[in-house]
């Protein structure tokens, strides 16, 4: 018996003993932090189990907490977690963006610091990044942080803070130099959303309720051990970040894959409900069946591609792909949302009452909040130029 | 699924790589088109190809072939395509050895592999009828009679179906047209009096012919496969063509794409390059975002061959599709981005368009592909 099989044996033993029942059945993730809530006692569980284990974090090293598996280890607990149907045990910014980034530049005191505890979920991360002024421009960002003592005394404004009414802990880039040249006066910090300091206020979207908020800093005050990566050098910091926040958005135009041996579609069977079939189980209207087929091919074509690229890239090292994953996955989700307005008809542009059922009300809530899918973590437009910048050697 | 070359592929991809670069670069292919060779192809290359083993690359190892799989092949492809080397190794090394080592009882296959695998025999393999693909609209007839068939019909777009040395033809012997079953494989010599040959000039200047058949005397003996029952090994033969022909477009639309991104690097106007105007860049990114999906598609429909999924038919599909959109996609923009030396001969660039028009064409093209995995998917 290989290593790897093993290791497959181990950790199918070790799920089937530690999951616990509530775990394998699909329903929401829990995002942990100071107040944490579960939807369930299991979840609870679920969480201190697997972040005991490291693997909240599998292929973080073991010192600062992770699960120091392999990269091919991590896919083996990933498809064992998956055929068991095992729930993500922790959702978080930390395990997706912040903490590859600090394993790169952090120093080892804050390392030991920070890395145990986003493998266990005890401090809820949100990212302090786009300020009204400063989108597709972030590198133009005015947030200031001045020195006083052994802190930072930090006063401006950030936009699109995903669940900074909720967040313990914000990592932010903040202006720590001068306006100009705008990359080189940026330094990117820790800061504790609890203090006077700070203040949320939500923001609705086009699409109704959402995570997003603003975030107010006046005179909130950060540690100097917390600035990450050096003082006004917190661009580099910045854009490996976000490679990392690109690959995990990537991931989400995979929703709608079809695998191997599945036939018909989500796509096509929803298409089936609403449009009907004619004598050949066919979709009856022809021009939505091909666009469907495109769609499903196109699904797995960048399913296959994702697979590909994770398998050319070392663990842990983002890819020059993930601007592609970016852009191709937004692109492709949003136009997954509009097929199926397109198959629900007047099913698909209700906005709420007893007309339509909860799933059609989804569908299209869902539906415009995709439209920010190609804005957030980096307009398609910039993903596009990242890609003829540092993927094709384009020149400026 | 592997979706990455082993070393062993790695390896014979380079070599094919050098191989094509140095022996038969684009420069090659217009020597040929200009030359007005006949062949349409140089014999001395092919019998180089045939010593690197290429001939045999599909061809199992007791017939002197290596039996290396699908990823190699795809892979000679792809290169090939590269370079738009025309030789016989799409009609020969992967549609004449799959058909014959899947049709072929023990003494077609000892009479034939050896020989292809050698680079002496090439054959053609004689299917469409109508102006697009549709494998089982067969109207050509093979009738029995005393120790022979007579088959009568007419076949089109025959690839290498000019310079080929054994026609592989397939023919109804019941059945009406357009169903499934009926339909046999004939070994047949091209010099039988009956048979008539004219080669077509295509605008890739590939070789393509309409051969007619006309009372053709047929020994029993060259029947390939069971009598009637031919059909399943054409669908079998047909997604291993889909997937070899993706992979050279794959290639095709690769190289146009790296010629114009040096392109874009080096041309000026108003003073700067090209390629530093966001109108071309965007588009760039978008070819080579649309070029990852295609290899993915290409190379995960080669593994499934390999390795004998289930699936085989939608993969195909997928790889055939994408790589005709792409192949549209990155043609067009390259001559575009080209300028007026875009649409001129004397630029390379137009040589990748015209080709990847007659590849869209071959087994399939885009339209066909996706209906055929709307309707493999149940839907």
Request: hydrophobic share 35%; with cysteine.
């Amino acid at each position: 018996m290989s290593n790897l099989q093993a290791f497959r044996e181990e950790t199918k033993d070790w799920l089937e003993a530690n999951c616990p029942p509530e775990m394998r059945k699909p329903g929401d993730v829990c995002w942990g932090g100071r107040n944490a809530t579960f939807s369930h006692p299991d979840q609870e569980i679920w969480l201190e189990r697997m972040g005991d284990k490291g693997w909240t974090c599998p292929t973080w090293p073991k010192e600062y907490g992770g699960g120091g598996l392999s990269k091919e280890e991590n896919k083996v607990l990933q498809d064992e977690m998956a055929s068991m149907g095992a729930r993500m045990p922790l959702g978080s910014f930390g395990i997706w963006m912040l903490g590859p980034a600090l394993l790169e530049f952090a120093t080892e005191e804050q390392k030991l610091e920070h890395l145990p505890a986003i493998v266990k979920g005890e401090f809820w991360w949100c990212q302090g990044y786009s300020e009204p002024g400063s989108g597709s421009d972030l590198a133009s960002l005015s947030t200031k942080a001045v020195e006083d003592g052994d802190n930072y005394i930090i006063n401006g404004q950030k936009i699109w803070t995903s669940f900074a009414d909720k967040a313990d802990k914000i990592f932010c880039l903040v202006r720590t130099g001068a306006q100009e040249p705008k990359h080189e006066g940026i330094s990117f910090i820790l800061i504790d959303m609890d203090q006077p300091g700070v203040t949320t206020k939500p923001i609705t979207l086009i699409s109704g309720k959402s995570p997003f908020c603003e975030t107010f800093f006046d005179d909130a005050t950060a540690p100097k051990k917390d600035l990450v990566g050096g003082f006004n050098k917190g661009w580099t910091v910045a854009k490996r970040l976000l490679e990392h926040e690109r690959t995990m958005i990537s991931s989400m135009g995979l929703s709608g894959r079809s695998e191997g041996g599945q036939k018909s579609s989500g796509l096509a069977e929803m298409s089936k409900k609403y449009v009907g079939t004619d004598a050949n189980n066919k979709i009856s209207e022809p021009v939505l069946r091909s666009k469907i087929a495109q769609h499903d091919l196109n699904s797995r074509a960048f399913g296959l591609t994702m697979q590909r690229v994770g398998e050319e890239t070392k663990v842990g090292a983002p890819s020059p792909a993930a601007a592609m994953g970016k852009y191709y996955g937004t692109e492709h989700n949003k136009l997954r949302y509009e097929l199926m307005l397109e198959a629900m008809g007047t099913k698909g542009i209700g906005w709420e009452g007893e007309s339509f059922s909860m799933e059609e009300l989804a569908i299209t809530r869902d539906w415009l909040r995709t439209k920010a899918n190609s804005i957030e973590g980096g307009t398609s437009e910039v993903q596009l130029n990242v890609i003829s910048k540092r993927v094709l050697g384009l020149p400026d | 699924m592997a979706l990455v070359l082993n070393e062993e592929q790695q390896f014979l991809k380079d070599a094919a790589s050098k191989f094509f670069q140095d022996d038969a670069p684009v420069s090659h292919f217009r020597e040929i088109r200009d030359s007005n060779n006949k062949l349409g192809y140089s014999k001395e290359l092919w019998t180089k190809m045939a010593n690197l083993g290429w001939a045999g690359i599909l061809v199992s190892e007791e017939y002197g072939g290596s039996d290396f799989g699908m990823m190699g092949m795809g892979t000679i492809l792809e290169e090939a395509g590269k370079t738009l080397t025309p030789s016989p190794l799409f009609s020969t090394a992967l549609l004449g050895a799959t058909l014959l080592e899947l049709g072929g009882n023990e003494e077609q296959k000892s009479e034939y592999l050896p020989k292809l695998v050698e680079g002496e025999l090439t054959t053609a393999f004689a299917l469409e009828e109508g102006t697009r693909h549709d494998p089982s609209n067969i109207a050509t007839e093979a009738k029995k009679e005393g120790g022979d068939f007579i088959l009568n019909g007419k076949k089109t777009f025959v690839l290498d179906g000019h310079s080929a040395n054994l026609l592989i033809v397939a023919a109804r012997t019941g059945g009406s047209s357009s169903e499934t079953s009926g339909i046999s494989l004939f070994c047949v010599d091209p010099n039988l009096e009956g048979v008539d040959v004219t080669k077509m000039s295509m605008l890739d200047s590939r070789n393509a012919a309409e051969i007619s058949f006309s009372n053709v005397k047929i020994p029993v003996d060259n029947l390939l496969a069971e009598l009637g029952n031919g059909f399943g090994i054409i669908e079998e033969v047909i997604n291993k063509a889909q997937i070899g022909i993706s992979a050279e477009m794959l290639g095709n639309a690769s190289q146009a794409f790296q010629i114009t991104l040096s392109y874009l690097k080096e041309r000026k106007q108003f003073g700067v390059l090209i390629g530093s105007f966001q109108a071309l860049k965007h588009r760039a990114a978008v070819m080579y975002s649309e070029l990852e999906l295609t290899k993915s598609s290409v190379v995960g429909a080669m593994n499934a061959i390999d390795e004998q999924s289930n699936d085989v038919a939608r993969f195909a599909s997928m790889a055939k599709y994408k790589a005709g959109e792409t192949a549209y996609l990155v043609s067009n923009e390259s001559v575009q981005m080209h300028g007026g030396y875009g649409v001129t001969d004397e630029y390379d660039i137009g040589f990748f368009m015209k080709r990847a028009r007659v590849a869209e064409q071959i087994f399939g093209n885009s339209n066909y592909h996706l209906d055929r995995y709307a309707t493999l998917s149940e839907y």
